[in-house]
């Protein structure tokens, strides 16, 4: 994550050096097209290859094309098709990388422990955010983009080693799901008997996978549990052959599975609505806001580190915790609470109120985050979590970002006060649909 904002500043940097404006807004937004157009795509094959190898491999094509990049800047100056294609391939690397590193938790640790390590990655991603920026420019400054771009790559080089260290836990197969990574680390532990799945489930929502089912992998057809699974056209008496798996058909066994599961199909709903309320006013609403508010860049600086500092503590609450009874209706309430802090933040007149409200949005929105992302590795079967991560990432880096340029034409239209109401009010949403749906709302983390 370090390696990644140090290159995010580095092609910034070298996109403004090489072009106009316009063309460095284009180089940095076009990876942004992959990611989302190729990410379910990248679910099913984390979900096939199993996601130790995928990671791998990703992480180590990520490296080798910075580093490319880097040495040609070295020794040339090629321009912004570089770059562009640089940002292409980091996009299409994403969209398989990041549904991989969503479905490592479970294959690692027990249920019991992902609500912890979601709030130990909240930590990371905090701490990669604070430390990149500086280091990416300290790297501009000493010897310009080719230095850190250079230095991003070394970064992303020390992780592959780490993530080769990574041992799996063994998992069932569900929906044509490949365990080649479990075949790699046959002598590690098991995975978690049905039985601690059971005792862990919230009240209303049943075990994982049908009765007898040792795995827990959800039978084709079932239609019971909140793991129901849609039964095909096709599927009929158990008699007549399944047609071979293939990476279509685990598409749409994903797609049904999240649309027939009770607690994810909304549980994606309220992070969509959570998001798209939320990216819009905290990215560049804020910028707008604080200028015409006359707070200036440090004031806005001052506001956005609040922002980081409540969701600092509210992952660092999580990874010590561990667990929050009644995870759903709690996650639901920080994010109705979360909404509200929104729509106040464009009410107040100075910088050190709108600190305050800036750290109670990030610490309710920032536990509601935390919670959402924990329910969402402990609802899934770990055969369909690469394709969970996947859907969950188009909602969060396809669809929220567009509500950027949105935002930014509504405030000149409107003004700050009426758009960040309205951006509140679809925020809310989200907590709205989490506590209307009852298996969502009376959802528990493990214990």
């Given at each position: 994550m370090i390696g990644d904002n140090v290159f995010y500043i580095a092609l910034s940097w070298a996109a403004v050096r090489s072009g106009t404006p316009s063309q460095a807004g284009l180089v940095m937004a076009v990876s942004a097209v992959p990611r989302a157009?190729?990410?379910?795509?990248?679910?099913?094959?984390?979900?096939?290859?199993?996601?130790?190898?995928?990671?791998?491999?990703?992480?180590?094509?990520?490296?080798?094309?910075?580093?490319?990049?880097?040495?040609?800047?070295?020794?040339?100056?090629?321009?912004?098709?570089?770059?562009?294609?640089?940002?292409?391939?980091?996009g299409i690397v994403d969209a398989v990388f990041m549904p991989a590193v969503g479905a490592l938790p479970a294959r690692v640790t027990g249920r019991d422990q992902l609500?912890?390590?979601?709030?130990?990655?909240?930590?990371?991603?905090?701490?990669?955010?604070?430390?990149?920026?500086?280091?990416?420019?300290?790297?501009?400054?000493?010897?310009?983009?080719?230095?850190?771009?250079?230095?991003?790559?070394?970064?992303?080089?020390?992780?592959?080693?780490?993530?080769?260290?990574?041992?799996?836990?063994e998992t069932p197969q569900a929906g044509g799901a490949n365990t080649a990574d479990t075949a790699d680390t046959a002598n590690t532990a098991n995975t978690a008997n049905t039985a601690d799945t059971a005792d862990t489930a919230p009240a209303p929502v049943e075990a994982v996978g049908p009765p007898g089912d040792p795995d827990g992998a959800p039978a084709r057809g079932d239609a019971s549990g909140p793991h129901a699974r849609v039964p095909d056209a096709e599927d009929g008496a158990a008699a007549v052959p399944e047609r071979p798996a293939t990476a279509w058909r685990d598409l749409r066994d994903g797609l049904r599975y999240i649309r027939g599961h009770r607690v994810l199909a909304p549980l994606i709903v309220t992070i969509a609505l959570g998001d798209l309320g939320f990216v819009g006013p905290l990215?560049?609403?804020?910028?707008?806001?604080?200028?015409?508010?006359?707070?200036?860049?440090?004031?806005?600086?001052?506001?956005?580190?609040?922002?980081?500092?409540?969701?600092?503590?509210?992952?660092?609450?999580?990874?010590?915790?561990?667990?929050?009874?009644?995870?759903?209706?709690?996650?639901?309430?920080?994010?109705?609470?979360?909404?509200?802090?929104?729509?106040?933040?464009?009410?107040?007149?100075?910088?050190?109120?709108?600190v305050g409200v800036a750290l109670a949005i990030?610490?309710?929105?920032?536990?509601?985050?935390?919670?959402?992302?924990?329910?969402?590795?402990?609802?899934?079967?770990?055969?369909?979590?690469?394709?969970?991560?996947?859907?969950?990432?188009?909602?969060?880096?396809?669809?929220a970002p567009l509500s950027m340029p949105l935002t930014a034409a509504a405030i000149g239209w409107w003004g700050t006060g009426p758009v960040f109401a309205g951006s509140a009010v679809v925020c809310g949403l989200g907590g709205v649909v989490a506590l209307a749906v009852r298996d969502l709302r009376r959802a528990e983390l493990p214990r």
């Open positions: 157009l190729l990410m379910l795509g990248g679910g099913v094959v984390a979900d096939r290859f199993g996601p130790r190898r995928v990671v791998i491999g990703s992480d180590a094509v990520r490296c080798a094309a910075v580093l490319t990049v880097a040495a040609l800047l070295f020794v040339a100056h090629p321009g912004l098709w570089l770059l562009a294609l640089l940002a292409v391939v980091f609500a912890r390590v979601q709030g130990m990655r909240g930590l990371a991603v905090r701490f990669a955010n604070v430390v990149g920026a500086p280091l990416g420019g300290l790297g501009v400054a000493l010897g310009g983009s080719a230095t850190a771009f250079a230095l991003a790559g070394l970064l992303i080089a020390v992780s592959v080693p780490l993530l080769i260290s990574v041992r799996m836990r990215n560049v609403g804020l910028a707008l806001l604080a200028d015409r508010r006359g707070w200036g860049a440090s004031g806005m600086g001052l506001v956005v580190a609040a922002f980081g500092a409540g969701a600092g503590a509210a992952a660092l609450l999580l990874a010590w915790r561990g667990t929050l009874p009644r995870a759903g209706s709690a996650g639901a309430a920080a994010l109705l609470g979360g909404s509200v802090a929104i729509g106040a933040l464009a009410q107040v007149p100075g910088v050190g109120a709108a990030g610490l309710l929105a920032g536990l509601s985050g935390a919670l959402c992302g924990a329910l969402l590795q402990t609802q899934s079967d770990p055969a369909y979590l690469g394709r969970v991560t996947a859907v969950a990432g188009i909602v969060s880096l396809g669809l």
